[in-house]
C-alpha cells in the first residue's frame, strides 16, 4: 500500500510541466503531512545493497526542493498576472477579482453608451415591424403574383421574375386605362340618324328681317334744325344727312363707305341713343298657320337696327334691355314646332314697306355677317320654302361637361360678357367684338360696350372706324395670319340649321310681303348621344385590372385597409 501512495507521488512530481500552483502547493503538502517511517520498506534494494536508503533520500530531498522551486515560481507568476496581490488562499487563485473602474467615469460611458444604443439600435425593432407587416400583406393579399414576392422557399431569381411579371401587368393596366380615360374626356358624344319622322317635331324657321330705310327724315330734319350751329351751310346739313344714314346701316361689309373727314360734334359714344331716336318705324306684322302664336321683337345684331321672328334670343339684344343694365333670363316662351300631320305651314310678314334683307337661323340663334342673306325688293310678294335639319342632345348628356360633349346648352353661359345666355352666333359676336377692342383699341356701336362685371368698352369713332376697315376682312373670317384669333365657340347642343330649297316673288301692289314655310318635311335627324359614359370607363378599366391582377375592388379596399388602420395598429400598438 505504501508502495502505490509512493508510486502516485512520483507520477506527480515528475511531471513539473503539469503543475500549477495549486497542484504544486497540494503535493508539496501532502509531502509534509507523510513522514517517512523508520520500520518501512522502502524498496527491495534496500536489503540487498547498501546504501540504498541514503540515496533514496538524497533523491526525495532532491525532489521536494525542485518541488519547492516551481511552486515559488507559480506563486510569482500568479501574483504578477493579479498585479502583484499577495494570495491568502486557493479560492483567490481560482477566482481572481475583476478590475473595477472608477464610478463616475463608468457612469459617463454607460449614458454615452446608451444615446449611442438609442440613435443606432432603438429605430431597427420598427423597421422590423414594418417589415414584418410588409411580408404579413404580401403573404395574405388576394392580389394575384403578391404571395409569390414574400413565399417562403423561393429563391432571389424567382422573386425578380414575379416582380418583372408584376410590373409588366400594371404597366398594361396603366397604359390602356389612359387611353380609355382619353377617349372619355374627348369623344364620349356619338352623333346618330333618327328616321321615325312622325315621332318628332320640326322647329318653325327663324328669320330676322332688316329693313333698308333706317332713318326716318322728319325726325332727321328736325334734328338739323335743332342743332343748326352744328352745320356750316346747306353742304353741310346735306353730308349729316348722309353720314346719319351710312351710320344707321353701317356693318363690317360697308365700313369704307362712311364718310370720316367730320364728326359733326357727336361723341362715338352717343351713336346708338342718336340712331334710336332718328329710326324710322318700321311696324311689320305676323301671322301664321301654326297653332303657336309667333312674336316679332326689334334687336340689335352686326347690320343694324333689325326684327326678329320666333326667335329666343332676340330680347337679350334690345336696346331697352341693354340701357336697362338687366342681366337676369326674360320668359321667351317656347319655340314654334310644327309636325307632318299638321300639313304645310307657312307664316307672313305684311306691311313692310320698304326693301330688305332676310336672314333664316334657328330659334336659338342671332344672324351673322358670315351667313348668306337675302334681299327682296319693297314691290313684291316673295314665298321662300326651307328645309330643316335639326340635331338634338339626349337628355344623359347634360352629365358631361362642354369639352366632353363638344356643345352648350343655352344655360352654360358663364364665359359669356354681354348676354345671360349661350347661342353660337352671340358667340361669334363677341369674339369679334374683342378681336376689334384688342387691335383697335374700341369696339363698334352695335355692340353692347358695356360688360357683365361692369367695365366699359369705348366705342370707335371715326379713327377708331378707320382702323376697322383694315381689318374687316379677318373680323368678318375671324381668321388671320398676323393676329392670333381663338374664339372657342362651340355649336348649340339642341340646333335647327334651315336652307332655301326654292323662292319666288311676284309684284304686289300692296307693298312687300314675306311668306315662308317648310313644305317639305325632314325625313331624317340627327341625335346627339352618350356612347361611352362614366360607368363604361369603371367596367372597362375594372375589367383591365382583373384580368391582369385578378383583383377587385375590395382588393383595393384591403390595400387601404391594411396600410392605414392595420399598419397603425401593428407599428405603435401593443
Same mark, same amino acid.
Given at each position: 500500500?505504501?508502495?502505490?501512495?509512493?508510486?502516485?507521488?512520483?507520477?506527480?512530481?515528475?511531471?513539473?510541466?503539469?503543475?500549477?500552483?495549486?497542484?504544486?502547493?497540494?503535493?508539496?503538502? $501532502?509531502? =509534509?503531512?507523510?513522514?517517512?517511517?523508520?520500520?518501512?520498506?522502502?524498496?527491495?534494494? #534496500?536489503?540487498?545493497?547498501?546504501?540504498?536508503?541514503?540515496?533514496?533520500?538524497?533523491?526525495?530531498?532532491?525532489?521536494?526542493?525542485? %518541488?519547492?522551486?516551481?511552486?515559488?515560481?507559480?506563486?510569482?507568476?500568479?501574483?504578477?498576472?493579479?498585479?502583484? &496581490?499577495?494570495?491568502?488562499?486557493? &479560492?483567490?487563485?481560482? !477566482?481572481?477579482? *475583476?478590475?473595477?473602474?472608477?464610478?463616475?467615469?463608468?457612469?459617463? /460611458?454607460?449614458?454615452?453608451?446608451?444615446?449611442?444604443?438609442? $440613435?443606432?439600435?432603438?429605430?431597427?425593432?420598427?423597421?422590423?415591424?414594418?417589415?414584418?407587416?410588409?411580408?404579413?400583406?404580401? $403573404?395574405?393579399?388576394?392580389?394575384?403574383?403578391?404571395?409569390? @414576392?414574400?413565399?417562403?422557399?423561393?429563391?432571389?431569381?424567382?422573386?425578380? #421574375?414575379?416582380?418583372?411579371?408584376?410590373?409588366?401587368?400594371?404597366?398594361?393596366?396603366?397604359?390602356?386605362?389612359?387611353?380609355?380615360?382619353?377617349?372619355?374626356?374627348?369623344?364620349?358624344?356619338?352623333?346618330?340618324?333618327? &328616321?321615325?319622322?312622325?315621332?318628332?317635331?320640326?322647329?318653325?324657321?327663324? %328669320? +330676322?328681317?332688316?329693313?333698308?330705310?333706317?332713318?326716318?327724315?322728319?325726325?332727321? /330734319?328736325?334734328?338739323?334744325?335743332?342743332?343748326? /350751329?352744328?352745320?356750316?351751310?346747306?353742304?353741310? =346739313?346735306?353730308?349729316?344727312?348722309?353720314?346719319?344714314?351710312?351710320?344707321?346701316?353701317?356693318?363690317?361689309?360697308?365700313?369704307?363707305?362712311?364718310?370720316?373727314?367730320?364728326?359733326?360734334?357727336?361723341?362715338?359714344?352717343?351713336?346708338?341713343?342718336?340712331?334710336?331716336?332718328?329710326?324710322?318705324?318700321?311696324?311689320?306684322?305676323?301671322?301664321?298657320?301654326?297653332?303657336?302664336?309667333?312674336?316679332?321683337?326689334?334687336?340689335?345684331?352686326?347690320?343694324?337696327?333689325?326684327?326678329?321672328?320666333?326667335? @329666343?334670343?332676340?330680347?337679350?339684344?334690345?336696346?331697352?334691355?341693354?340701357?336697362?343694365?338687366?342681366?337676369?333670363? *326674360?320668359?321667351?316662351?317656347?319655340?314654334?314646332?310644327?309636325?307632318?300631320?299638321?300639313?304645310?305651314?307657312?307664316?307672313?310678314?305684311?306691311?313692310?314697306?320698304?326693301?330688305?334683307?332676310?336672314?333664316?337661323?334657328?330659334?336659338?340663334?342671332?344672324?351673322?355677317?358670315?351667313?348668306?342673306?337675302?334681299?327682296?325688293?319693297?314691290?313684291?310678294?316673295?314665298?321662300?320654302?326651307?328645309?330643316? *335639319?335639326?340635331?338634338?342632345?339626349? /337628355?344623359?348628356?347634360?352629365?358631361?361637361?362642354?369639352? $366632353?360633349?363638344?356643345?352648350?346648352?343655352?344655360?352654360?353661359?358663364?364665359?359669356?360678357?354681354?348676354?345671360?345666355?349661350?347661342?353660337?352666333?352671340?358667340?361669334?359676336?363677341?369674339?369679334?367684338?374683342?378681336?376689334? *377692342?384688342?387691335?383697335?383699341?374700341?369696339?363698334?356701336?352695335?355692340?353692347?360696350?358695356?360688360?357683365?362685371?361692369?367695365?366699359?368698352?369705348?366705342?370707335?369713332?371715326?379713327?377708331?372706324?378707320?382702323? #376697322?376697315?383694315?381689318?374687316?376682312?379677318?373680323?368678318?373670317?375671324?381668321?388671320?395670319?398676323?393676329?392670333?384669333?381663338?374664339?372657342?365657340?362651340?355649336?348649340?347642343?339642341?340646333?335647327?340649321?334651315?336652307?332655301?330649297?326654292?323662292?319666288?316673288?311676284?309684284?304686289?301692289?300692296?307693298?312687300?310681303?314675306?311668306?315662308?314655310?317648310?313644305?317639305?318635311?325632314?325625313?331624317?335627324? @340627327?341625335?346627339?348621344?352618350?356612347?361611352?359614359?362614366?360607368?363604361?370607363?369603371?367596367?372597362?378599366?375594372?375589367? #383591365?385590372?382583373?384580368?391582369?391582377?385578378?383583383?377587385?375592388?375590395?382588393?383595393? +379596399?384591403?390595400?387601404?385597409?391594411?396600410?392605414?388602420?392595420?399598419?397603425? !395598429?401593428?407599428?405603435?400598438?401593443?
Amino acid at each position: 500500500m505504501q508502495q502505490e501512495e509512493n508510486r502516485s507521488l512520483d507520477s506527480w512530481t515528475d511531471s513539473e510541466d503539469s503543475r500549477t500552483a495549486s497542484t504544486a502547493s497540494l503535493v508539496q503538502q $501532502q509531502l =509534509k503531512s507523510t513522514p517517512i517511517r523508520s520500520g518501512s520498506r522502502v524498496g527491495p534494494g #534496500l536489503l540487498l545493497f547498501p546504501g540504498t536508503a541514503q540515496r533514496a533520500d538524497q533523491r526525495r530531498a532532491a525532489k521536494e526542493h525542485q %518541488l519547492q522551486k516551481s511552486v515559488s515560481n507559480a506563486n510569482a507568476e500568479q501574483d504578477a498576472s493579479l498585479n502583484r &496581490r499577495k494570495a491568502n488562499s486557493i &479560492r483567490s487563485f481560482r !477566482r481572481p477579482p *475583476l478590475w473595477q473602474p472608477p464610478a463616475i467615469k463608468a457612469e459617463a /460611458e454607460e449614458s454615452l453608451k446608451e444615446e449611442q444604443e438609442e $440613435q443606432q439600435v432603438a429605430p431597427l425593432p420598427y423597421l422590423a415591424k414594418l417589415q414584418a407587416f410588409i411580408i404579413e400583406f404580401l $403573404q395574405g393579399s388576394s392580389i394575384h403574383g403578391f404571395i409569390y @414576392l414574400a413565399k417562403f422557399g423561393l429563391n432571389f431569381l424567382e422573386r425578380m #421574375l414575379w416582380f418583372a411579371f408584376i410590373c409588366v401587368a400594371l404597366f398594361s393596366i396603366i397604359s390602356l386605362s389612359q387611353r380609355t380615360w382619353q377617349r372619355f374626356q374627348t369623344s364620349p358624344m356619338v352623333i346618330s340618324m333618327d &328616321r321615325n319622322k312622325l315621332v318628332w317635331n320640326t322647329s318653325f324657321p327663324s %328669320l +330676322t328681317v332688316c329693313p333698308h330705310k333706317r332713318i326716318d327724315d322728319i325726325k332727321l /330734319e328736325d334734328y338739323i334744325e335743332a342743332h343748326s /350751329e352744328k352745320f356750316e351751310d346747306e353742304d353741310d =346739313k346735306e353730308f349729316f344727312r348722309d353720314f346719319i344714314i351710312k351710320l344707321a346701316s353701317l356693318t363690317y361689309d360697308n365700313l369704307e363707305t362712311l364718310p370720316l373727314n367730320k364728326s359733326y360734334g357727336i361723341d362715338s359714344s352717343d351713336y346708338l341713343s342718336l340712331l334710336y331716336e332718328l329710326k324710322w318705324p318700321f311696324e311689320p306684322e305676323i301671322s301664321s298657320g301654326a297653332a303657336v302664336k309667333m312674336f316679332i321683337y326689334e334687336t340689335q345684331t352686326e347690320f343694324g337696327i333689325c326684327h326678329s321672328v320666333n326667335s @329666343l334670343v332676340a330680347r337679350y339684344n334690345t336696346y331697352k334691355y341693354w340701357r336697362s343694365g338687366d342681366w337676369s333670363l *326674360l320668359d321667351h316662351g317656347d319655340r314654334v314646332t310644327v309636325h307632318p300631320l299638321d300639313g304645310e305651314i307657312y307664316a307672313q310678314i305684311i306691311n313692310l314697306s320698304t326693301a330688305y334683307d332676310v336672314y333664316f337661323h334657328g330659334a336659338g340663334d342671332v344672324p351673322s355677317i358670315s351667313k348668306q342673306r337675302y334681299t327682296f325688293p319693297e314691290s313684291d310678294y316673295t314665298t321662300v320654302e326651307l328645309i330643316a *335639319l335639326e340635331i338634338y342632345t339626349n /337628355e344623359d348628356a347634360r352629365a358631361f361637361n362642354t369639352k $366632353q360633349r363638344k356643345c352648350r346648352f343655352q344655360y352654360e353661359a358663364d364665359e359669356m360678357q354681354t348676354v345671360p345666355i349661350y347661342s353660337f352666333g352671340l358667340c361669334l359676336s363677341e369674339c369679334r367684338m374683342f378681336f376689334a *377692342l384688342r387691335v383697335c383699341g374700341c369696339v363698334p356701336h352695335f355692340y353692347r360696350n358695356i360688360l357683365r362685371n361692369g367695365r366699359r368698352l369705348p366705342i370707335c369713332g371715326l379713327e377708331g372706324i378707320g382702323c #376697322l376697315v383694315k381689318i374687316k376682312r379677318e373680323i368678318i373670317s375671324l381668321k388671320s395670319d398676323k393676329y392670333k384669333i381663338n374664339c372657342n365657340c362651340l355649336s348649340n347642343c339642341d340646333d335647327s340649321n334651315f336652307f332655301v330649297q326654292s323662292y319666288r316673288s311676284r309684284v304686289w301692289f300692296l307693298g312687300a310681303n314675306l311668306q315662308w314655310g317648310i313644305i317639305d318635311y325632314p325625313k331624317m335627324q @340627327l341625335r346627339r348621344d352618350v356612347l361611352f359614359s362614366f360607368a363604361d370607363v369603371l367596367v372597362y378599366i375594372g375589367g #383591365l385590372v382583373g384580368f391582369f391582377l385578378g383583383c377587385s375592388a375590395l382588393s383595393f +379596399t384591403e390595400i387601404i385597409y391594411f396600410f392605414t388602420a392595420r399598419l397603425v !395598429r401593428r407599428m405603435f400598438c401593443n
